[in-house]
């Protein structure tokens, strides 16, 4: 079985001599010719700031190499405020921001040095920048000096965003209570908008990609269906991603209403009942058609991992069997399918045959998805995962 120790020894070779984490690549070598990535580099200051939270010898050097590669390295734009895509791409992301604000929040938890001001600090710009108050949901992304705004407008943002401004809350808690109040309204009301309208209006086939008005776009990205963050159709793992995120504010907000419990059901439900062996092969294919058909074929590692985590914390909320034994079978398959015994991590991508597969995917970048399959199934269910391990 994948052992977090493991993952986490083969996570800490991304960490990079100037500070911050590089992209990794099969080997557990960082692939010299990638930029710096800001999601990297939050994503995995995150699972490092879990990893204190464990007690991880030598976890808190990592956070503070992270932190101070979101603070003070070239990835934060000190003229013109938020963080960068990248070293080689100044363009500001909501997708990024959700993590740099989730890294500012775990290490808040976990009490690293600077975790609470780098979290003020994501939080503000995530506000200001990227909020749409009027929409209740996020912009996707601007130039680097904030003079321009894409008109694209997608779900996998504002997925991350309910995922970060949870985590802010719990991480801020003790000390700003109208703000805890009011990040948690805004996870209530972009979970109501985007599970408890669009996808249940839709039969649980959640939109993923809109015009600035909120207009949904079924046909983006035909052409390019494998899109490693805006793929066509029916995303698999963000269908199971969103039945979790309910469960986590419903555990976070005062009075959750019941519809959270029931969409987290029913969407989970319409995803593995589709989505699994869809083309007659084990696993989930990465993406669906609007009739279920198989777009996307390949496997990916992280919708099996949401999968898991969904199915493990249903388990935990409801009681019921049934999710612990779908939690158990996915579980084992991805164990004989994408585990990687010379890493210790998971396969990213693999071909419907099981093959390792680089069609969207070339590595084992990060430890995100994993990380938090391997430690959501047997503790409490909170707003964050770093709440969870705090409990």
Request: charged residues 25%.
């Amino acid at each position: 079985m994948t052992s977090l120790d493991e993952l986490l020894g083969f996570a800490a070779r991304s960490a990079l001599p100037s500070g911050g984490f590089g992209y990794l690549g099969d080997d557990g070598q960082v692939l010299p010719e990638r930029p710096v990535e800001t999601w990297i580099v939050a994503r995995m200051t995150h699972v490092f700031g879990l990893a204190v939270l464990l007690g991880r010898p030598g976890a808190e050097e990592l956070v503070r190499s992270g932190l101070d590669a979101l603070v003070d390295g070239p990835l934060h734009d000190a003229e013109h405020g938020g963080w960068a895509a990248s070293t080689a791409d100044a363009t500001k992301a909501a997708y990024v921001h959700a993590f740099v604000v989730l890294a500012g929040a775990t290490a808040t938890v976990a009490g690293v040095p600077g975790g609470r001001g780098l979290l003020h600090d994501a939080v503000d710009v995530w506000h200001r920048r990227f909020l749409d108050p009027a929409e209740g949901l996020a912009v996707e992304e601007w130039d680097r000096a904030w003079t321009r705004c894409d008109d694209y407008r997608g779900v996998n943002a504002n997925m991350h965003g309910v995922e970060a401004v949870l985590a802010a809350a719990d991480a801020l808690d003790a000390d700003d209570a109208a703000l805890t109040a009011r990040l948690r309204r805004e996870a209530l009301r972009a979970t109501e908008r985007i599970v408890h309208g669009w996808a249940r209006d839709r039969d649980w086939r959640l939109p993923e990609h809109f015009s600035a008005d909120w207009t949904p776009l079924p046909d983006y990205n035909r052409a390019d269906p494998a899109h490693p963050f805006r793929p066509f159709g029916v995303t698999v793992g963000h269908q199971f991603e969103w039945a979790r995120l309910a469960l986590h504010v419903r555990a976070a907000v005062p009075d959750p209403p019941s519809w959270l419990l029931e969409d987290a059901v029913a969407l989970f439900d319409a995803a593995a009942t589709r989505g699994w062996a869809a083309d007659g092969r084990p696993g989930f294919p990465y993406t669906l058609d609007w009739s279920d058909r198989p777009v996307a074929g390949a496997r990916m590692h992280w919708v099996l991992c949401e999968a898991i985590a969904a199915a493990a914390v249903l388990a935990r909320v409801t009681g019921e069997d049934r999710y612990a034994e779908l939690a158990a079978r996915w579980r084992a398959h991805g164990e004989e399918r994408f585990a990687d015994p010379a890493t210790g991590s998971w396969h990213h991508e693999l071909t419907p045959d099981g093959a390792v597969g680089t069609g969207t995917w070339v590595g084992q970048p990060d430890a995100y998805h994993l990380a938090q399959m391997l430690l959501l199934g047997d503790r409490p269910v909170r707003g964050s995962v770093a709440a969870a391990l705090r409990a």
